[in-house]
Nanobody, 124 residues
């Protein structure tokens, strides 16, 4: 299991930006695909973005493509989610997740380790 700690959430106006960070405890962080998911009130948790072990491949949910960017720094054991042009419907608790895979294009399903989440609230 990987210990994950998210940070960077907060309150922002529509059209604004936030960057989320997720620090991982894994000694072999570069062996893990990393993902971001979100859980809005009254809805199920959904996939947002995933990045492969090297950072060379990313995949996004259609709802955030072109506005959000996932990246990672393997030297710092950290994954990021840059969120631009935020909308009220982006309001949710955002979770970082990890799974051990060297797949070049990670499947967004079956993540095995999860952080506690960070709240993002976008006001209109």
């Amino acid at each position: 299991q990987v210990q994950l700690v998210e940070s960077g959430g907060g309150l922002v106006q529509a059209g604004g930006s936030l960057m989320l960070s997720c620090a991982a405890s894994a000694r072999t962080f570069s062996s893990y695909a990393m993902g971001w998911f979100r859980h809005a009130p009254g809805k199920e948790r959904v996939f947002v973005a995933v990045i492969n072990w090297s950072g060379g491949s990313t995949y996004y949910a259609s709802s955030v493509k072109g506005r959000f960017t996932i990246s990672r720094d393997n030297a710092k054991n950290t994954v990021y989610l840059q969120m631009n042009s935020l909308k009220p419907e982006d309001t949710a608790v955002y979770y970082c997740a990890a799974k051990s895979t060297k797949a070049s294009i990670p499947d967004p399903r079956d993540f095995t380790s999860w952080g506690q989440g960070t709240q993002v609230t976008v006001s209109s």
